[in-house]
């Protein structure tokens, strides 16, 4: 008979109303999130924002908005959001990435792009989900960002019971 493997408690990140908000952007897509950016620069003047190097300083300048800047993304400024990420520093991750392109820090974005969901980050990739991202009633809300064992992973009890 099988039992059920994996546990079903879960720790929460509590994320208020203010939001810290990380952008970044590669080459190809820095024009893209700046434009982007700009539209919705009065939603985003309510957080805090972060971003990685020559972003953070296009958006600092076009936005007229206070912005940490961590370092470049191939100098270890991906890694940098991830560690923010781990330490529950981080709310969310608006990450205009460019899947055509080969990258040298590949490996950086692809451990970036895990410790999000690993720790539940709400991720955008593009226009469109940072759109629906940025208009969703939940960023200007307190909110319990779950954190632990993902509950959409089968458990032997549940395939059991259903498999």
């Known amino acids: 008979m099988l039992t059920e493997t994996t546990t ?4 929460g990140l509590p994320m208020g109303p203010c939001k810290h908000i990380a952008l970044i952007a590669h080459d190809n897509r820095k024009r893209d999130l700046v ?5 919705n620069r009065d939603l985003l003047a309510g957080h805090n924002l972060s971003a990685t190097g020559t972003t953070g300083a296009l958006l600092a ?5 206070e912005i940490t800047r961590f370092r470049s993304g191939p100098l270890g400024g991906d890694q940098q959001v991830g560690a923010k990420i781990a330490e529950g520093d981080l709310d969310l991750l608006i990450f205009f990435w460019d899947p055509l392109e080969p990258h040298p820090h ?3 974005v692809k451990a970036l792009l895990r410790i999000a969901v690993v720790y539940n980050i709400p991720v955008a990739c ?3 989900s940072a759109d629906f ?3 969703s009633p939940l960023l200007s809300e307190a909110y319990l960002r779950r954190v632990g064992e993902p509950e959409s992973r ?3 009890l549940w395939m059991t019971r259903h498999g």
Do not use: H, K, Q, Y
């Not at 434009?35 to 539209?39: I, S, T």
């Open 8 to 11: 079903t408690d879960t720790t």
């Open 126 to 128: 593009n226009r469109a």
């Open 35 to 39: 434009e982007w950016a700009r539209f």
């Open 133 to 135: 991202m940025i208009s």
């Open 61 to 65: 300048e076009v936005l007229g908005l």
């Open 106 to 108: 590949d490996v950086d």
């Open 154 to 156: 089968p458990t032997a």
